[in-house]
């Protein structure tokens, strides 16, 4: 019987093995990169700076861009070191581990999108009872939920990947450890596996957007039965920024992950993956700030407080 640590290490065969283009890709993930730390880790400090950002909505919002932040960096440093010095060989135990991370990482993403998509049905179907229903207890309540089944998620998805046996090849045809294109590299009988995964993504996925459409139902009937248009502008821009993120997320993970491995392309999988672990979170926190009146007003006050040499008041 074949023991999985026969192989101790990987190769990735990462984007491109052209050295024409390692260069320019180097450049573009690294201002990618530098755009998504200074966009989460700004937003996140500009939540706890100011007071006024002290809801719920933000709460969630400072955890999403804390998430974005983390699994970028669970990635594309990682990349951008492969492209640098031509190194694309990975230890096992860092395989599982970026694995692990990166898959945990993407599900808490999932349900703080759902959480935030409940804060929003409430700000919006049912005002008067806002601070009731999203007190803080509640909103710690389904953060720790969000995190837990994270957690969880990361636990199977690697549990199912790394006990497969790995004795024909150790070459992964991907830029980092992701489930697809390592569960390939699998000798032994993966359909189990496979399903476990994909009803395990289908069901975190599902889930999340089934609670988020039932929210945007309620929320656009709630918004048609609005009589002043002032009325119907906020709503909808209080919807605006969550909607598009949510399209941009769900679109590209439902496109990697449901489908087994034998329909793969590696490398349409790979400018997919490139896109949802290094684009979008670099997008989030543009998307929640560019017409977010108040993240705008929070980060003139901090800009003057800095400029003026004295602590923020906001």
């Not at 949802?276 to 980060?299: G, H």
Request: aromatic share 12%; glycine share 4%.
């Amino acid at each position: 019987m074949e023991n999985s640590t026969e192989v101790t290490q990987f190769l990735l065969l990462g984007l491109t093995n052209d050295p024409k283009l390692q260069i320019p890709l180097f450049i573009t993930f690294l201002l990618i990169y530098t755009i998504t730390v200074a966009g989460n880790l700004g937003m996140l400090l500009l939540i706890l700076l100011d007071p006024r950002l002290h809801t719920p909505m933000y709460f969630f919002l400072g955890n999403l861009s804390l998430v974005d932040f983390c699994y970028s960096s669970v990635v594309t440093p990682s990349v951008m070191a492969e492209l640098l010095t031509g190194n694309k060989v990975i230890s096992y135990n860092a395989c599982a581990a970026q694995m692990f991370l990166f898959a945990a990482l993407i599900c808490v993403e999932n349900y703080l999108f759902t959480a935030m998509a409940y804060d929003r049905y409430v700000a919006v179907c049912k005002p008067l009872h806002y601070t009731t229903t999203m007190r803080s207890s509640v909103c710690v309540g389904l953060l720790i939920g969000c995190y837990v089944l994270g957690l969880l998620n990361g636990c199977v998805h690697t549990g199912e990947a790394f006990s497969q046996s790995f004795c024909s090849s150790n070459i992964i045809h991907h830029f980092f450890c992701e489930v697809p294109p390592v569960m390939a590299l699998s000798c032994s009988d993966k359909q189990v596996g496979e399903l476990v995964i994909v009803y395990l993504v289908s069901f975190h996925i599902f889930f999340a957007v089934l609670v988020i459409s039932t929210s945007y139902i309620c929320l656009f009937r709630t918004i048609l039965r609005m009589r002043s248009a002032a009325g119907h502008r906020k709503a909808l821009s209080t919807c605006a920024s969550h909607f598009t993120a949510v399209s941009i997320f769900y679109g590209t993970t439902m496109f990697m992950h449901l489908q087994p491995s034998s329909s793969h392309s590696m490398d349409t999988d790979k400018i997919a993956s490139v896109f949802y672990t290094m684009v979008i979170p670099m997008l989030n926190p543009m998307v929640y700030s560019l017409r977010n009146k108040e993240v705008k007003s929070a980060f003139l006050k901090v800009k003057s407080a800095l400029i003026c040499g004295r602590p923020s008041k906001v």
